[in-house]
């Protein structure tokens, strides 16, 4: 997670990317290793600077279910396979490679 913090957080310092799609790109790469805990989620958040409703917005554009473990909550991608999940893999990425190659020129 920390990793993904320095990374996504590095674009969002510099002016390259909005936080909103920063979060969004963080929390897909993040949950694309498989469920993980919802306190980890809104901890990867909080460490690139969003709240409570940036995080929402991102869970909601990424379609992401909330499933309850005992005594925890996880979060999830979509099913592998859903084309829900696929379309959004293709925004996301088409998105962040827009921003990056934009970055690159401006450099």
Do not use: H
């Amino acid at each position: 997670m920390e990793r993904l913090i320095k990374y996504y957080g590095a674009f969002v310092e510099d002016g390259t990317c909005a936080l909103q799609d920063a979060l969004t790109c963080a929390l897909y790469e993040f949950l694309a290793e498989g469920p993980q805990p919802a306190t980890d989620c809104k901890a990867l958040a909080q460490g690139l600077g969003a709240g409570e409703a940036s995080l929402r917005k991102a869970k909601a554009n990424l379609g992401i279910v909330s499933v309850r473990q005992g005594r925890r909550w996880l979060w999830r991608l979509p099913d592998e396979g859903d084309f829900f999940l696929e379309l959004v893999r293709r925004v996301v990425e088409d998105r962040w490679l827009e921003k990056r190659q934009a970055f690159r020129k401006g450099r």
